[in-house]
């Protein structure tokens, strides 16, 4: 890690150095969204932009990793609306539902889910990022997988049929578009019967 700029106090760590990084891409999304460049983060900490590069590749790396660090709040409340839901199939089509519900006023799930920079994230919605942020919505879910006969490969192939899902109502809602009880209807009849036990 070098010691020098950091505006006079240097990180003592690679690990607080990235806080502080994911703490200047906070501040610029909260100034004007997902609009800001390396070259901007790396003055606000007094540091040259191949600092910032060394612990994130590109503008995209940096709004994706800022995106789902600060998504936590987003699953603990997820988490608190689905507590009481144990049936796999339930859990998921209100995960999906309620997710969809949040989108347009939580500012750092829309930069996960949906098209900004370009579709850059819309067209990755498979990503790495995207997928640890799904594998984490489902474990925030009361339900038990194993016990559903739901083992770690098909949990994560459930985890890309979610965010397939989300993705396709965020870039055609439809005409009109489905909210509230119409929407669950809609997912209860074409979603879960995925997750119900074959008889």
């Not at 339930?90 to 939580?106: F, H, K, M, N, S």
């Amino acid at each position: 890690m070098r010691t020098h700029g950091w505006s006079g106090t240097a990180p003592v760590d690679d690990a607080e150095a990235v806080q502080r990084i994911l703490g200047a891409a906070r501040a610029a999304v909260e100034r004007r969204g997902a609009d800001f460049t390396m070259a901007e983060i790396a003055r606000e900490l007094g540091v040259t932009r191949q600092t910032v590069y060394r612990y994130f590749r590109n503008a995209d790396a940096l709004l994706a990793a800022t995106a789902l660090a600060e998504t936590g709040r987003f699953l603990a409340v997820l988490g608190a609306h689905l507590d009481h839901l144990t049936d796999p199939a339930e859990a998921v089509v209100e995960g999906i539902a309620y997710t969809l519900e949040c989108l347009p006023a939580d500012r750092y799930l829309g930069l996960l889910l949906t098209p900004v920079r370009a579709g850059t994230f819309s067209a990755a919605v498979t990503s790495d990022t995207a997928r640890s942020f799904g594998r984490a919505v489902l474990e925030h879910m009361a339900v038990d997988w194993a016990g559903a006969g739901i083992g770690d490969e098909r949990l994560g192939e459930l985890v890309e049929h979610m965010l397939r899902m989300v993705q396709s109502f965020v870039i055609d809602p439809g005409d009109p578009p489905r909210s509230g009880a119409e929407l669950r209807r809609y997912l209860a009849t074409w979603v879960a019967p995925a997750l119900r036990p074959e008889v």
